[in-house]
């Protein structure tokens, strides 16, 4: 859980039942329970998960209603509970990565999501396929033309507020707002639209680690006030049936077709197993913009400016940078520098006519998968390097690939670069995080389970996609 977000919530008193014992089915029960969600998931032919903040508590991330949730410890008088790592440092759960394969496989056709932490758009969901109830706390939207802007940092603000930002198109330029509801705020009408609309359509509605509660904020919503917990229950209208993944008893319960009381993770592994479906690793990738400046042409020293910057701004912060030793090998004349505080800013002075190599050694924040990386920058000041942009889609599955058949991070490449007649700016995409799956300690034991004979498990991989891409209606910009 993002402490910035619980502690940014303007109080209410009464936020529904907290501190509730957790449920967890017997062993055999369990077993048959998951092998009847496989069954249900392989016959879907419009699956739609429904998530809250359950499938994220294995991400390191506290939820809200449990017993050692945010309310439940707030209401105890003990204060906001500790995240075991930084917000914007959470890896996708093995549910999260679960949904991404499902959705790749054409089973699922999409997901409905109470949480904030954006890990369903890290993970892969496409955003066309993701309704996001309560906002994203990554998320910045232009409220004049509509352009989203996913960041790699927490958004300062909650509550649809203005944003230190400004929109990135030169014909809009509008002061940005974050996305995130307070308690107040009505549900956002195009998530809702498209939540409904799915609902309605879905065979099943796959509930993961929600109360069917959450802020309950009701929207005017075909004519009619709808709070979004009871979205899953359209599809029951339409014939659809249920089925609810939780620790806790829902008020759904009841009209629920298959209820499970046990983790996320657990449950969901075991369906993937019977399913013969695999779960992708999640690789994580990071952007970094690298400027060099320098000085006329005509002098005999040059002196230049190294600046290291996230592309969401100058002032926008690098969440996933420690520090940065800047060196050259080739030159023992040039002393080492040491960058400790951003923005990472170096100042130098050396002979115009004699190249050199600069290497950057990136020192990594806690949470990522290695130490550093390094980049080797060759400089020359009297050739002038040719201008590039490569497909992002293209580069990034390139580097998950190399990081996947590699077995670990700090690849990078170059996305973008422009050259000006006094300046270079170039853009890299670096591997910071791998997270893999499959160990049988991952889902605690239920990949043991095996399906009755009068089972058969069998689902045909239709389709490829990219963890961490993101599409929405507008685009999302990267500055």
């Known amino acids: 859980m993002s402490l910035g977000y619980a502690e940014k919530l303007s109080y209410r008193e009464d936020v529904g039942t907290v501190g509730m014992s957790e449920i967890f089915d017997p062993p055999?029960?369990?077993?048959?329970?998951?092998?009847?969600?496989?069954?249900?998931?392989?016959?879907?032919?419009?699956?739609?998960?429904?998530?809250?903040?359950?499938?994220?508590?294995?991400?390191?991330?506290?939820?809200?209603?449990?017993?050692?949730?945010?309310?439940?410890?707030?209401?105890?008088?003990?204060?906001?509970?500790?995240?075991?790592?930084?917000?914007?440092?959470?890896?996708?759960?093995?549910?999260?990565?679960?949904?991404?394969?499902?959705?790749?496989?054409?089973?699922?056709?999409?997901?409905?999501?109470?949480?904030?932490?954006?890990?369903?758009?890290?993970?892969?969901?496409?955003?066309?396929?993701?309704?996001?109830?309560?906002?994203?706390?990554?998320?910045?939207?232009?409220?004049?033309?509509?352009?989203?802007?996913?960041?790699?940092?927490?958004?300062?603000?909650?509550?649809?507020?203005?944003?230190?930002?400004?929109?990135?198109?030169?014909?809009?330029?509008?002061?940005?707002?974050?996305?995130?509801l307070d308690w107040e705020d009505a549900l956002p009408p195009k998530e809702m639209n498209f939540a409904e609309k799915h609902c309605r359509t879905a065979d099943i509605v796959l509930c993961l680690g929600t109360r069917q509660q959450g802020l309950t904020k009701p929207t005017l919503c075909s004519l009619q006030i709808t709070p979004a917990c009871n979205l899953p229950l359209k599809t029951i209208r339409s014939g659809g049936k249920i089925v609810i993944v939780n620790l806790q008893p829902t008020p759904k319960d009841k009209k629920a077709s298959l209820v499970i009381h046990g983790l996320v993770d657990k449950v969901i592994a075991g369906a993937m197993h019977l399913l013969n479906l695999r779960i992708p690793p999640y690789i994580h990738i990071d952007f970094v913009q690298l400027s060099l400046s320098h000085s006329p042409k005509k002098k005999t020293y040059?002196?230049?400016?190294?600046?290291?910057?996230?592309?969401?701004?100058?002032?926008?912060?690098?969440?996933?940078?420690?520090?940065?030793?800047?060196?050259?090998?080739?030159?023992?004349?040039?002393?080492?520098?040491?960058?400790?505080?951003?923005?990472?800013?170096?100042?130098?002075?050396?002979?115009?006519?004699?190249?050199?190599?600069?290497l950057l050694t990136f020192n990594f924040s806690d949470g990522c998968s290695c130490l550093c990386t390094t980049i080797e920058w060759p400089i020359n000041f009297q050739v002038t390097k040719d201008n590039l942009v490569r497909e992002k889609n293209e580069v990034l599955r390139e580097l998950r690939d190399a990081a996947d058949k590699e077995s670990h991070c700090g690849q990078h490449a170059v996305l973008e670069r422009k050259v000006n007649p006094r300046s270079e700016v170039t853009i890299y995409a670096i591997v910071t995080n791998i997270r893999r799956y499959n160990d049988p300690e991952e889902a605690n034991g239920v990949l043991e389970i095996t399906p009755n004979s009068n089972s058969n498990f069998m689902i045909k991989r239709c389709s490829e996609g990219v963890n961490g891409s993101q599409t929405s209606q507008k685009r999302p910009k990267w500055s």
């Open 28 to 180: 055999d029960v369990l077993q048959q329970k998951i092998e009847e969600l496989a069954i249900l998931i392989q016959k879907s032919k419009h699956l739609v998960a429904f998530t809250g903040a359950g499938i994220s508590t294995s991400c390191g991330i506290p939820d809200f209603r449990g017993p050692k949730g945010v309310w439940t410890l707030q209401r105890s008088g003990k204060g906001v509970p500790e995240a075991s790592l930084p917000f914007h440092r959470a890896l996708p759960s093995l549910s999260h990565m679960a949904l991404v394969e499902l959705e790749r496989a054409g089973i699922l056709k999409f997901v409905i999501s109470q949480n904030v932490d954006s890990l369903h758009l890290r993970s892969g969901i496409p955003r066309e396929k993701l309704a996001e109830l309560h906002g994203n706390s990554f998320r910045e939207i232009c409220p004049s033309c509509g352009t989203e802007y996913l960041r790699d940092f927490e958004v300062e603000t909650i509550g649809m507020k203005e944003t230190p930002r400004r929109c990135a198109d030169t014909k809009c330029g509008a002061k940005l707002k974050d996305t995130v």
């Open 302 to 358: 040059v002196k230049w400016n190294l600046r290291i910057a996230s592309i969401h701004g100058q002032r926008a912060p690098l969440p996933f940078l420690k520090s940065v030793e800047v060196s050259f090998p080739e030159r023992p004349d040039l002393k080492t520098a040491f960058l400790h505080e951003q923005p990472f800013y170096l100042k130098r002075e050396t002979l115009r006519k004699r190249p050199f190599k600069m």
